[in-house]
């Protein structure tokens, strides 16, 4: 599986972006796909993740209500709809997303891309 995000940039605080995540490859045993998110100086965090099984979705407390997570399963992307941005929101965003095949679970990354908030 391979993970290509788009949609980063810089915006004012209370504005949006939405990111996408295109998946190529062996998409139909991704279990689940996620955003996670590294400010400078800080841990990689876990965003909002969303399942393949069932669709449902669940958010880091800080950006509940302000971020969407969603998947279009024809054209094997994700989003991250992001609104009500705030400066603390500033973050490299990664996608993510793992399957299980042959009795291993296998983890994939994008390249990430840089989300600026602004004052």
């Known amino acids: 599986v391979q993970l290509v995000e788009s949609g980063g940039g810089l915006v004012q605080a209370g504005g949006s972006l939405r990111l996408a995540c295109a998946a190529s490859?062996?998409?139909?045993?991704?279990?689940?796909m996620a955003w996670y998110r590294q400010a400078p100086g800080k841990q990689r965090e876990l965003v909002a993740v969303?399942?393949?099984?069932?669709?449902?979705?669940n958010y880091v407390d800080s950006v509940k209500g302000r971020f969407t997570i969603s998947r279009d399963y024809a054209k094997n992307t994700m989003y991250l709809q992001m609104n009500s941005l705030k400066p603390e929101d500033t973050a490299v965003y990664y996608c993510?997303?793992?399957?299980?095949?042959?009795?291993?679970?296998?983890?994939?990354w994008g390249q990430g891309t840089q989300v600026t908030v602004s004052s």
């Open positions: 993510f997303a793992d399957d299980f095949i042959g009795g291993k679970v296998n983890v994939y």
């Open positions: 490859g062996s998409t139909f045993s991704i279990r689940i």
């Open positions: 969303i399942s393949s099984n069932d669709g449902s979705t």
